[in-house]
Antibody, heavy 118, light 107 residues
Framework: EEQLVESGGGLVQPGGSLRLSCAAS????????MNWVRQAPGKGLEWVSV???????YYADSVKGRFTISRDYSKNTLYLQMNSLRDEDTAVYYC????????????WGQGTLVTVSS | DIQMTQSPSSLSASVGDRVTITCRAS??????LAWYQQKPGEVPKLLIY???TLQSGVTSRFSGSGSGTDFTLTISSLQPEDVATYYC?????????FGPGTKVDIK
């Protein structure tokens, strides 16, 4: 059974950094395109970033230049390095998996809460 | 970038009613359109992809249609367990934009 488990969320001051992890089981992260999606409190879903099987990455304009998506083959884990955090980055962050190198998000993690506040 | 809109933003209907939610893309996306259901306090769940393909395990009360720029999600007979927010999403190319959501509850 496929499973995604996020970790690394917490309280951070504006301007600070945080690294989120998404540990995968039941499939190989590097053979599927992987995404981060966030949801601010009481708001809708916002796509954040994708890493394709070949390593190509894309970012939402709202995080471009501040966030970096990556993966570790040996740990079968997806990461999101978040720098220069702002109040508006406060959200639950989900990792989500497609199939192969395209398609909708078939599997989601349970999410990890990031709170940016002084 | 392609923008996604949904209407209505919320609706209230009776049990057994037929419910229709509309999603519109600002440019054509063929059938690269998915619908997700998010119940309060839960993780989003894929309902429909390729505009009209029902995800495995999803009740046939849900159906989707459309192509190009205009899409619909239909609940044939609303049930209490369908109370949720529904999101459409384009996935033809990044950015994989979601619609703003439609909140459905029981009258």
């Amino acid at each position: 059974e496929e499973q995604l488990v996020e970790s690394g969320g917490g309280l951070v001051q504006p301007g600070g950094s945080l690294r989120l992890s998404c540990a995968a089981s039941g499939f190989i992260v590097s053979t599927n395109y992987m995404n981060w999606v966030r949801q601010a409190p009481g708001k809708g879903l916002e796509w954040v970033s994708v890493i394709y099987t070949g390593g190509t990455t894309y970012y939402a304009d709202s995080v471009k230049g501040r966030f970096t998506i990556s993966r570790d083959y040996s740990k079968n884990t997806l990461y999101l390095q978040m720098n220069s955090l702002r109040d508006e980055d406060t959200a639950v962050y989900y990792c989500a998996k497609g199939r192969g190198n395209s398609g909708p998000f078939f599997s989601w993690g349970q999410g990890t809460l990031v709170t940016v506040s002084s | 970038d392609i923008q996604m809109t949904q209407s209505p933003s919320s609706l209230s209907a009776s049990v057994g009613d037929r419910v229709t939610i509309t999603c519109r893309a600002s440019q054509g996306i063929s059938n690269y359109l998915a619908w997700y259901q998010q119940k309060p306090g839960e993780v989003p769940k894929l309902l429909i992809y390729a505009a009209s393909t029902l995800q495995s395990g999803v009740t046939s009360r849900f159906s989707g249609s459309g192509s190009g720029t205009d899409f619909t999600l239909t609940i044939s007979s609303l049930q209490p367990e369908d109370v949720a927010t529904y999101y459409c999403q384009k996935y033809n190319s990044a950015p994989f934009t979601f619609g703003p959501g439609t909140k459905v509850d029981i009258k």
